[in-house]
């Protein structure tokens, strides 16, 4: 009677951990944006789809965009992520944009996620994205 209810435990015990595998694998975890897709979203309209400043708004404001190429060759040949990021998520205000035409985009994200959890982690996650990005298309 023992060794049957052995057997017994044993399938249960590996059917509740296929069980649990199956259920797990199963939940949806919401997928982050790539630095590209945030940036088309939130930057391209300004900046240009290839971030040369050329984009659909530039025109009507009052400075022009940055091109966004060339970060690194103004800043001495090296990309830094922590100002780029500043930049991004409003900590550090650019002069010339003057009273900040430029929207604070770490406001932003916080608030389009803030009834998922959060809010704080997710923003520097789309600011570090969007930094990435950036650092992709860097011009020699």
Partial sequence: MIGKLTKIAKRVAVLTF??????????STPELPTGQALYLRHCASCHGES???????AASLRRPPSDLRVITKRHGG???????MQIIDGRRTVAEHGTR???VWGAVFEGEHRPEGYPAYTSLLHSRALTDYLGSIQQE
């Fill in 101 to 103: 035409e430029m929207p």
């Fill in 18 to 27: 296929a069980a649990s595998l199956i259920l797990v694998s199963c939940r």
């Fill in 51 to 57: 971030g040369d400043g050329n984009g659909p708004l």
């Fill in 78 to 84: 090296r990309f830094d992520e922590a100002y780029v």
